[in-house]
């Protein structure tokens, strides 16, 4: 039998990155896979593929940041598969860059919208639907930026330090009823976020931060995957409200 054997799980952000790659993990453990992005085109696509592979999958189209896209969004999920036995909470943007002075009162609320208030009513609504089961599994996505500083990113280190708290203080609620809550820190991983960054003139600071790594490479997002994975099986039924770090090494220096 498969680790996740006919489990249901929902992934945001998953049109592409590590989103993706998580949906794809699950799907070959053996989970039914709902795949939600605010890129319609993406996401069909994404859906589509792994259909192709012989899995199961239903593609949804949510804005995270839309708390009534968020309700619909775990709806439809229930309504397609009957329950929901786990979620990964990735979906996420990077702030503009700009020193404290300089950023914009937009940028902060469009960042914290997604990265942070996003990941809030997801959970929200996926736990609203694991309470009536008493049981289910939760990552939400932060970053080695929710653990440490970083020049001209306040806003999107201030959002993923945030969702550690909101995931250790929702563990604790939950932590008896069957419902294990948990958070990921991935480090530099190559996907079209990172090439976004490099293709707007970050390569000197990406440069900087990889001669850092002390794997010496980026991460790929199917190392990512396979932690969440970890995080949403029952070979981790005694870790709850962890921050798991996965960035090769790079903040522990
Ligand atoms: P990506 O940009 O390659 O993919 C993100 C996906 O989220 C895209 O498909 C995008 O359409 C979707 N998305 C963006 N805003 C959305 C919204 N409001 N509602 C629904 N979907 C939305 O990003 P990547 O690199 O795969 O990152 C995934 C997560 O991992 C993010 O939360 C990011 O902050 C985090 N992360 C990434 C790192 C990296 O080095 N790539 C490092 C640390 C954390």
Not at 123 to 150: F, T, W
Not at 163 to 171: E, N, P, Q
Request: negative net charge; proline residues 1%.
């Amino acid at each position: 039998m498969k680790q996740m054997e006919d489990k249901v799980v929902l992934i945001t952000g998953a049109a592409q990155g590590i989103g993706f790659a998580t949906a794809k993990a699950f799907a070959e453990a053996g989970a039914l896979v709902a795949l939600a992005d605010f890129d319609k085109d993406l996401v069909n696509k994404a859906a589509d593929q792994l259909r192709a592979g012989g899995y199961k999958t239903l593609a949804i189209v949510c804005d995270v940041s839309d708390d009534a896209q968020v309700k619909a969004m775990v709806d439809k999920t229930v309504e397609t598969f009957g329950r929901l036995d786990a979620a990964y909470n990735n979906a996420g943007i990077q702030n503009v860059l700009a020193d404290a002075a300089d950023q914009t009162r937009e940028d902060f609320d469009k960042v914290i919208g997604v990265n942070l208030r996003g990941e809030w009513s997801c959970m929200k609504y996926e736990l609203q639907q694991m309470k009536k089961q008493g049981n289910g599994a939760i990552v939400n996505c932060s970053s080695i930026g929710g653990i440490l500083g970083g020049a001209q990113r306040g806003t999107y280190h201030a959002a993923k330090h945030g969702v550690i708290g909101l995931t250790k203080s929702a563990a604790l609620e939950y932590a008896s009823k069957g419902i294990r809550i948990n958070s990921i820190c991935p480090g530099i991983i190559h996907t079209p976020m990172l090439d976004g960054m490099l293709n707007s003139g970050q390569t000197e600071v990406i440069d900087a931060m990889l001669k850092s790594v002390p794997a010496g490479r980026l991460g790929r997002s199917e190392e990512i995957a396979n932690a969440v994975l970890w995080l949403c099986s029952d070979a981790s039924s005694f870790v709850i409200g962890h921050t798991l770090v996965v960035d090769g090494g790079y903040s522990i220096q």
